[in-house]
């Protein structure tokens, strides 16, 4: 038991996945808006197309979708902190609603981003 005030802190991460996962979402529209720079190509435009039906492409794209999720609950729970101090003691339940909700949306998309390569692929 701790005295009132005197809460041990919360164990912090050696990695901060919502700065990974920031970095990955940034990265991403940075490489789409080069790409889209070409769209008057039509040509590379079609190549572009073909890619995007490949396993990895799609894969790649099931991890852009999950570092967007992540990076989404896990930036509207520090907003909840700082906004209302108080919740802060609800820290390590909070960081298991972000993790939840994450994989709760991110495996369902994956499904449907993967789906149709599975479909074509083994039709």
Known sequence: MTAP???PP????????????????FLYVVVLSVLLVGIGDRN???RW???????GARLL???VV?????????GLRRLVVEVAPSTARHEIG??????????ALAI????????????????
């Open 10 to 25: 919360i164990g912090r991460r050696r990695v901060r996945w919502g700065a990974v996962a920031g970095v990955v979402v």
């Open 94 to 103: 909070m960081r298991a609603v972000v993790l939840f909700l994450t994989w």
């Open 44 to 46: 590379r435009f079609n």
């Open 108 to 123: 369902p998309a994956a499904v449907m981003i993967v789906g149709p390569w599975v479909s074509e692929t083994f039709r």
């Open 66 to 74: 999950l570092a967007a999720l992540f990076h989404t609950f896990d």
């Open 49 to 55: 197309s073909d890619l995007m039906h490949s396993i």
């Open 5 to 7: 005030g005197m809460e």
């Open 61 to 63: 794209l099931c991890l």
